[in-house]
């Protein structure tokens, strides 16, 4: 069992920025980030192997979010600038025992999800 802890969630303005941090309870191979809106499905926003190559991301977050992850920690970050009011849903971490199941969303571990909220 693989328990995962997320924080930095918050409201700010358009353009704002926010830092999620999510900590894992052991090391785990990809570790990424999903989002859920209201009404919508969770979709994917970035994912992270172990040695933090190729991170990937979804398209309409590239070039404004970073994922960046702390092996020595067992956590992940992500650094979310320029940040939109579709932005908002609550952002969930994820692990998965290898990347491609990562971005094919078969997840085997969530967080609990935290709130970002962006206001125009």
């Known amino acids: 069992q693989v328990h995962l802890v997320e924080s930095g969630g918050g409201s700010v303005q358009t353009g704002g920025s926010l830092r999620l941090a999510c900590v894992a309870s052991?090391?785990?191979?990809?570790m990424g980030w999903f989002r859920q809106a209201p009404g919508k499905e969770r979709e994917f926003v970035a994912a992270?192997?172990?040695?933090?190559?190729?991170?990937h991301y979804e398209d309409s977050v590239k070039g404004r979010f970073t994922i960046s992850r702390n092996n020595a920690n067992n956590a992940v970050y992500l650094q979310m600038n320029t940040l939109r009011p579709e932005d908002t849903a609550v952002y969930y971490c994820?692990?998965?025992?290898?990347?491609?199941?990562?971005?094919?969303?078969?997840?085997?571990?969530w967080g609990q999800g935290t709130q970002v909220t962006v206001s125009s």
């Open positions: 992270v192997d172990y040695n933090a190559e190729s991170p």
């Open positions: 052991v090391s785990v191979y990809a």
């Open positions: 994820a692990t998965s025992f290898t990347m491609a199941r990562m971005l094919n969303a078969d997840i085997d571990y």
